[in-house]
């Protein structure tokens, strides 16, 4: 005698999470991103290193470097801010502005956690750790800047 009761077909139910989703998302391109430009070596830190001989002087440079890629940032998150606000106004969902505005705060201290420990690795020396720190800063603001390029 077969059992009907196990052949029925049940109803599955998922429930799609806009913000999981968005979130692993990002974490994906993040991450694929790296990958892609952690093997080359920044423009930035080529140019401070062909013009800046002096421990100092390289410094400095990268110094200007931060800030610029700084600034470059700042100017792509407004745009994707701005493109955000623009969908959340016909859609009516703020969650993915939400969680970009999040994104950004949390991106500064993520910045420095993950630069911070080759820093600390490299005292006594302070000059190699500060050097060490600064093109870490460099590598991880290209990256964060190649992610906001792709949105």
């Known amino acids: 005698m077969i059992n009907k009761d196990k052949f029925t077909k049940t109803k599955v139910t998922h429930t799609f999470k806009p913000v999981v989703f968005i979130q692993t998302l990002v974490l994906c391109i993040y991450f694929f991103s790296f990958q892609?430009?952690?093997?080359?070596?920044?423009?930035?830190?080529?140019?401070?290193?062909?013009?800046?001989?002096?421990?100092?002087n390289y410094l400095r440079c990268l110094d200007e470097k931060i800030n610029l890629v700084q600034d470059i940032i700042e100017r792509w998150n407004k745009d994707v801010t701005f493109k955000l606000e623009e969908a959340s106004k016909e859609s009516g969902s703020t969650s993915a502005l939400n969680m970009f505005k999040q994104s950004q705060t949390d991106f500064g201290s993520y910045m420095e956690s993950s630069c911070r420990w080759l820093y600390l690795r490299a005292l006594p020396d302070t000059r190699s750790g500060a050097i060490a720190f600064k093109e870490c800063a460099i590598y991880v603001l290209e990256n964060q800047l190649s992610l906001l390029k792709r949105i």
Do not use: H, L, P, W
């Not at 892609?36 to 100092?56: D, G, L, Q």
């Open 36 to 56: 892609a430009t952690a093997s080359n070596t920044s423009i930035y830190i080529e140019e401070c290193k062909t013009r800046s001989k002096v421990t100092v």
